[in-house]
């Protein structure tokens, strides 16, 4: 089974400068996708970016990206130039490859405010 | 593209009833999935159907149950209502192709007294 870590339970940024969320996770997958996803007060969630596990690369969105260490099994989301409606509970999820979406599993959220 | 609707929006409910969640995928997606969102347990996956057949299935006890009819709306049953499944319950559709993300609706909001 996996398991997903959002170790920040809450965090705060000034508007205009950048934070970084951590998630890491548990797996013996080797073949998985990785989400965020944002959850604005009162709200539907929405998908942030989202990162396949074979891809070096690291997933850019415009002022989102992602830091993925496979070997740590590490994930975490970097907000820059943070805006007043960046604020949001941020889900990290996982999604084994040879499954299906419907069965993602998630962190327990990090409650982002950004102050202005 | 109309997105994923739940109705209703918000229910009360007293220990002991049952009650019934709808939701409407996006046009086009096959894949419906249900999580129950609580303060202490997050998001925790309930069941997924996809051609109106259950596919996968989380750690909830056989008073959750569900169902998806030929048009891919689905529909969550809770029976025997207990105080702990005040929660809200998301719904969300996705394409069910290999990379293809979870598109949710805005929940039901379920309050049991």
């Known amino acids: 089974a996996q398991t997903v870590t959002q170790s920040q339970p809450e965090m705060s940024v000034q508007e205009a400068e950048t934070v970084t969320l951590s998630c890491t996770y548990d797996?013996?997958?080797?073949?998985?996708?990785l989400f965020w996803y944002k959850q604005p007060p009162s709200r539907q969630m929405i998908l942030v970016i989202r990162q396949e596990a074979y891809k070096q690369q690291n997933a850019t969105e415009n002022r989102f990206s992602v830091n993925f260490q496979k070997a740590a099994k590490s994930f975490s989301l970097k907000i820059s130039d943070s805006q007043l409606g960046d604020t949001a509970m941020y889900f990290c999820?996982?999604?084994?490859?040879?499954?299906?979406?419907?069965?993602?599993?998630f962190g327990d959220g990090t409650t982002l405010t950004v102050k202005p | 593209k109309a997105g994923v609707t739940q109705t209703p929006r918000y229910l009360i409910k007293t220990r002991g009833q049952q009650v019934t969640l709808s939701c409407s995928p996006i046009s086009g997606h096959r894949s419906v999935s249900w999580y129950q969102q609580t303060p202490g347990q997050g998001l925790q996956f309930l069941f997924e159907y996809f051609s109106e057949t259950q596919r996968n299935k989380g750690n909830f006890p056989g008073r959750f149950s569900g169902r998806q009819f030929s048009n891919s709306r689905s529909e969550m049953n809770v029976s025997t209502l207990e105080l702990g499944d005040s929660a809200l319950y998301l719904c969300?559709?996705?394409?069910?192709?290999?990379?293809?993300?979870?598109?949710f609706g805005n929940g039901t909001r379920l309050t049991v007294t």
């Open positions: 999820a996982f999604m084994n490859r040879n499954t299906n979406a419907g069965k993602s599993t």
């Open positions: 969300a559709s996705s394409l069910d192709s290999n990379n293809s993300p979870l598109h």
């Open positions: 797996t013996s997958e080797s073949n998985y996708y």
